[in-house]
């Protein structure tokens, strides 16, 4: 694995410093399993907005409700 170096506060080098009494196994960890959650919830983020602007879009156009209530019906 790649080192990289950061600035923390610290509030945060304490709580890192205590990350066994979390059951991590060292403050690498903690941050990797942050920075993975992290990018997940950005992704979902993404995916919801992308939801929205779809009912946006279907909310307006009537032919598109036309045409899924016609599949619907078969």
């Known amino acids: 694995m790649k080192e990289q170096t950061f600035q923390l506060d610290d ?10 009494e979390y059951g991590y196994q060292d403050p690498s960890e903690v941050v990797r399993i942050a920075l993975t959650k992290f990018k997940l919830a950005l ?15 279907y909310e307006s156009d009537r032919e598109l409700q036309e045409l899924t209530n016609l599949g619907s019906e078969e």
């Open 11 to 20: 509030l945060t080098i304490q709580f890192l410093e205590r990350c066994q």
């Open 43 to 57: 992704s979902a983020d993404k995916l919801q907005e992308s939801a929205n602007l779809y009912a946006e879009v």
